[in-house]
């Protein structure tokens, strides 16, 4: 008798084990859309992903999303800021906007866009902090954020905070990326006059900075020694120091300035079902646990699920830049910045 | 009466093979034009739209409604415009001077002279040509910066007290100059080769000695080949963005073309202000080809003429020795220096160099640059996509070019100096912003040339065109027309005469400029950046990306593939053509 209601209970296991373990890809994958959308997703095949972001940082953001969706191909155009938006708006204006994705870090360029994209929101849109969005249509899929990093050969005595970058024992050793590149870096040169003082640019033209014209080669001049320390994206230089470089990098304590991308689905996406999918990947707690750990960069969920190796929620506080402010400060501003560090235009 | 109706019936034949053979050249200058319209015409109409108003003709229509000059006055108004625009002069100006006597001198030495393993020499000083200008910029920031530079660190470790810094404008014209002198001795050297030695041989006989011969002589006989090379080399280098990008970054020294960039990646991108820049660079080039003409025109530069020669080489002596000297040095600045800093960039993990000891640290060595490039599916998609626009870019280019450089010097026809303007004008524009003006030109095409391999290959024949036909050019001219006049009195039609003759005597020329094309298609940026779509990526493309990504290791692997992938193509092509070319030409002049 016990024999026999212990086989039953053994039977019971198996097949409730048999249950959960074959439930549970289903249940994983519902998180990222009902099976209809996956199956229509995975009947597309592929997608076209234009995205301002560098290349290879999206590489493996497209190789993790193909772990979980190897059925479906991602195609990548990747173009710098500028560039990126001339090219989507003359194809959307011939009719021949290739994209399934457009995926931009200067939201102030995609707002006008708005119209070319289709209604489209993530399965946890409500865990968005909505200081992240712009418009219901376009999505905060990476959020990256400013810290500082400096050439640990050659820094001896190094920054602590954003106002030790004024310091003159620093003269001709600090990078900066100049104001008119993007729109990271405008949100860098908003947080510097609002939240350190309207005289903190003043103060740091004084100590002679090289003017880069974008993040990605500037990381590469504090790896040889070009420069010694710099304002960085904390995603451009996390992997060159995990990769052994020597570099050290901080969140400085007054506080780091987020720039949160804006994606969407145009209207005339040939592949709307695979673009919906990879983006509500993107969007959901694993894709930004993804590149939160791998990439270094933040996540605009309002619960975030993880933090970059080195951010303490605790001292560093994000700052976002208030939208309307960022669109109207914008010209007057850079103007002013490029003025204080003498760059001509 | 029998005599005066055959002539009558001779003269209505002859008029009516003349009324035929008209008819025959209206049509193919019409042909011509049609092409060149297509290709150049239209794009640069575009772009002109674009620098009279604020507008994207794709977007807002081709409207003619806020036509202004406000552009052009905004542009003409920016001290900081003149001041790109005097960097540009001196640094084009300086690199065109250092690259004519450096081009000059090796096709002498290696085409003239008896100077030992001078074949070797010949095939390494080609190299540079290979290495996009953005990767050369890299290797001599490598080798040049006043801070990190190898050099320097050398110079510490021998305990010198000397200093280079490359991040100048000096530095920017030693390395234009290095870097173009390969254009002029591609140019100088085939023209050499083509060359009577039966003049040079008259001189000495009356007494001149070898230096006064050169000068007198030599140089002054293929002068259309030094002017040609010089004027390219100097258009060329108005229009290159990778060096003044590295090398002019740091200091915040600009040039029109890194001004342009500029514009163009500002946020929000300035493209038509970028586009009234453009054509200003069109002007300053459009007087340089009017000069070029002008110096020129009225003068005979035949010097392949009927007659079989055996090209001779000087013997120097013990003075060859100096000569091979000189070679050296130059291979070891032009190919090997910079060779060796991507060598070390592409195989260390990072470029972080304290001293000269820690160059020689073996375990900071490793392969793993490599394996990333090739872990990323890209690479090879670009490396076949970039092969095959270079193939079908050198053929078709190579074709037209041909046909443009034949109406435009050996035949008569009208039209032929419109057709000469035309296929000059997209010299000077920068890829960057003729990328634009294809994008707004040729995307509404019907029939989906947008996304395919083929719009990158017309924009690299439309934007190259002035290169090959001015390279072709300075072969036509050697030419002498009684050898095309021989072969209609032996009664061949043209198109007979230039399969029997023309084309044969040009052959290195025409090898030349299809290899030029070919490796100026596989390194071309500025115009892929807009025309590429996900499948169609090239490498240049991608090669910008791992710049722009900040992996000087990355960048600097892939360059060394994409390095030796052209040796090798170019090698094999070479190869192929010179053993099949042997003897062909010695067999048509006999």
Redesign the interface.
């Known amino acids: 008798m016990v024999a026999r209601i212990a086989k039953m209970l053994a039977v019971a296991v198996i097949a409730g084990l048999g249950i959960a373990l074959s439930g549970a890809p289903a249940s994983a994958q519902a998180e990222f859309g009902s099976p209809e959308l996956i199956a229509a997703a995975k009947a597309e095949g592929k997608l076209v992903y234009y995205t301002a972001n560098f290349a290879e940082i999206e590489q493996l953001v497209i190789k993790e999303f193909n772990k979980r969706f190897p059925e479906i191909k991602v195609e990548m155009v990747r173009a710098p800021g500028g560039q990126l938006i001339t090219r989507v708006r003359t194809e959307a204006a011939a009719g021949k906007l290739i994209a399934d994705i457009v995926d931009h870090s200067d939201r102030a360029l995609m707002l006008p866009l708005v119209d070319l994209f289709q209604d489209y929101a993530p399965p946890n849109a409500a865990d968005y902090n909505p200081e992240a969005l712009i418009s219901p249509k376009l999505w905060p899929r990476a959020t990256i954020a400013w810290a500082i990093g400096y050439n640990s050969e050659l820094v001896k005595n190094p920054p602590k905070s954003w106002m030790d970058l004024t310091k003159p024992e620093y003269d001709k050793m600090i990078g900066q990326v100049f104001a008119q590149s993007g729109g990271t870096t405008w949100t860098r040169i908003m947080f510097e006059r609002q939240v350190l003082g309207e005289d903190y640019w003043a103060k740091q033209a004084a100590t002679h900075p090289v003017l880069y014209p974008s993040g990605a080669p500037m990381a590469d001049a504090l790896v040889r020694g070009e420069i010694a320390i710099g304002p960085l994206l904390y995603n451009v230089i996390y992997q060159k120091q995990r990769d052994g470089a020597p570099i050290k990098i901080f969140f400085p304590p007054e506080g780091s300035p987020v720039n949160p991308y804006a994606s969407g689905i145009p209207k005339t996406a040939a592949h709307p079902n695979a673009a919906k999918l990879f983006l509500n990947w993107c969007l959901s707690k694993e894709g930004q646990t993804f590149m939160i750990k791998e990439l270094g960069n933040l996540t605009s969920l309002k619960v975030p699920p993880a933090y970059p190796e080195g951010f303490d929620p605790k001292v560093v506080k994000v700052w976002y830049p208030n939208f309307d402010q960022y669109v109207k400060l914008h010209g007057p501003w850079v103007a002013e910045w490029d003025k204080t560090f003498g760059y001509r235009q | 009466m029998n005599g005066q109706a055959s002539r009558r019936i001779e003269v209505t034949r002859s008029g009516a093979e003349d009324t035929r053979r008209r008819a025959f050249a209206g049509l193919w200058v019409a042909l011509l034009l049609a092409i060149l319209t297509f290709l150049v015409v239209y794009p640069v109409l575009t772009l002109l739209l674009g620098a009279l108003t604020d507008t994207?003709p794709?977007?807002?229509g081709f409207s003619l409604r806020h036509l202004s000059i406000t552009n052009f006055l905004t542009v003409l108004a920016?001290p900081?415009v003149a001041?790109a625009l005097f960097n540009t002069l001196v640094a084009c100006g300086g690199g065109t001077a250092i690259a004519v006597a450096i081009g000059l001198l090796f096709s002498w030495i290696v085409v003239r002279t008896n100077t030992p393993f001078k074949g070797f020499i010949a095939a390494a000083s080609i190299l540079p040509l290979f290495a996009p200008p953005l990767v050369a910029g890299v290797a001599w920031s490598i080798l040049g910066?006043p801070?990190?530079g190898l050099i320097n660190t050398l110079f510490k470790w021998a305990g010198l007290d000397w200093h280079v810094d490359f991040y100048s404008l000096w530095g920017l014209v030693f390395v234009f100059g290095i870097y173009y002198a390969p254009y002029v001795y591609m140019f100088t050297s085939s023209a050499l080769r083509n060359m009577d030695p039966s003049l040079e041989e008259a001189a000495e006989i009356s007494g001149a000695s070898a230096f006064a011969t050169l000068f007198s002589v030599t140089f002054p006989l293929i002068m259309p080949a030094i002017v040609s090379g010089m004027l390219l080399s100097f258009i060329v280098m108005l229009g290159i963005y990778g060096i003044p990008?590295v090398l002019g970054?740091?200091i915040?020294l600009?040039v029109l073309t890194t001004y342009i960039f500029?514009l163009?990646?500002?946020?929000?991108?300035l493209?038509n202000t970028a586009a009234a820049v453009a054509i200003i660079l069109m002007m300053v080039t459009g007087g340089l080809v009017f000069l070029q003409q002008k110096v020129l025109s009225g003068r005979s530069y035949t010097t392949v003429a009927g007659k079989a020669f055996r090209p001779r080489n000087l013997d120097l002596g013990p003075w060859r020795w100096l000569t091979f000297g000189l070679g050296v040095v130059y291979l070891l600045v032009v190919v090997i220096l910079p060779s060796l800093a991507l060598i070390v960039a592409a195989f260390r993990?990072?470029?972080?160099?304290?001293d000269a000891a820690s160059l020689f640290d073996m375990p900071q060595y490793s392969l793993?640059h490599f394996y990333s490039i090739f872990d990323?599916p890209?690479t090879l998609n670009s490396i076949y996509n970039a092969v095959e626009v270079g193939i079908i870019t050198a053929v078709v280019g190579g074709a037209l070019a041909f046909a443009i450089g034949y109406t435009i010097h050996r035949t008569r026809v009208p039209g032929r100096r419109s057709i000469d303007l035309i296929s000059t004008l997209p010299v000077a524009i920068p890829g960057l912003v003729i990328g634009?003006a294809y994008?707004?030109a040729w995307?509404?095409i019907p029939g989906g040339l947008?996304?395919t391999i083929w719009i990158l290959a017309l924009a690299f024949i439309a934007r190259f065109m002035p290169d090959t036909v001015k390279a072709l050019s300075t072969s036509f001219l050697q030419i002498h027309r009684e050898l095309e006049e021989a072969a209609w009195v032996c009664g061949k039609g043209m198109l007979g005469t230039i399969a029997t003759i023309v084309l044969p005597l040009a052959r290195p020329g025409v090898i030349a400029s299809m290899t030029l094309l070919f490796v100026l298609a596989i390194r071309e940026l500025g115009s892929s950046?807009?025309l590429?779509?996900?499948?169609t990526?090239v490498m240049s493309v991608?090669l910008l990306?791992?710049?722009?990504?900040?992996?000087?290791g990355?960048t600097a692997a892939f360059s060394l593939v994409q390095t030796v992938l052209l040796g090798v193509l170019i090698g094999g092509a070479n190869w192929l053509a010179r053993s099949s070319a042997q003897g062909s030409i010695a067999q048509r002049i006999r």
């Open positions: 994207n794709v977007v807002d920016n900081n001041e910066s801070r990190t990008a970054a740091p915040n600009a500029k163009t990646n500002w946020s929000p991108p493209y993990k990072f470029m972080f160099i304290r793993m990323n890209l634009v994008l707004w995307i509404g947008y996304g950046l807009f590429y779509t996900s499948n990526m991608l990306d791992y710049y722009e990504g900040g992996n000087i990355k």
